[in-house]
């Protein structure tokens, strides 16, 4: 047996995917001022929503900043912040860093009263955002996942224009690649086997 089929469609979309998997860093090594494509980032949106959904809820909602609208969002969340006393420094870095990257997708998950679904609905909406980001590796963009401090989530949904009924999932950063991230050590996966 020589191996894979590299003719086999199957094997090369196989190993297509697991590269990008496997390739995939948390990097702000990116082009701030370089713009993304709107057309690109919808494409990257659109890879997000065939994440699994049970219930076919749909609940993720996406909000995209370039320009001066990451300037909007950082002095929204400062303000916030100076609000609840948080000291110089942070509120500098919290006012200029949503200019790191060119684009900043916010991504939100509409709340379910239902404990249950509302669980499911967020994790389908964190799966939707690794599809985001496999999907923004494999068209050559640099990406990094980042969070806000839930007392700070109000400032983001007044610029986004979200009620209360959304809960923030992630902001996550795109932007073509200025350097390289090197993979950290991963542990062997835990895995038990039941027969």
């Known amino acids: 047996m020589s191996g894979p089929d590299p003719t086999d469609p199957t094997v090369t979309t196989a190993a297509t995917v697991d590269g990008a998997i496997r390739s995939r860093r948390t990097s702000l090594l990116v082009d701030a001022e370089r713009p993304v494509p709107d057309e690109l980032v919808d494409h990257l949106i659109d890879q997000a929503t065939w994440a699994p959904n049970h219930k076919r809820t749909w609940p993720w909602r996406f909000t995209v900043l370039t320009g001066d609208a990451r300037s909007r969002l950082g002095d929204a969340v400062a303000e916030a912040a100076m609000a609840l006393g948080l000291d110089d420094a942070k509120v500098a870095k919290l006012r200029g860093k949503y200019r790191r990257s060119a684009v900043v997708v916010l991504v939100w998950v509409a709340v379910d009263a239902d404990p249950v679904r509302a669980r499911e609905d967020r994790d389908a909406t964190a799966a939707g955002v ?7 590796t494999a068209n050559g963009l640099g990406s990094y996942w980042a969070t806000l401090s839930d007392t700070l989530v109000d400032a983001a949904r007044a610029v986004a224009g979200v009620d209360g009924g959304h809960d ?3 902001l996550v950063y795109l932007g073509w690649p200025t350097g390289s991230v090197v993979a950290p050590p991963r542990p062997e996966p835990q895995v038990t086997r039941l027969h």
């Open 168 to 170: 923030l999932v992630a």
């Open 130 to 136: 690794q599809n985001l980001l496999i999907s923004a």
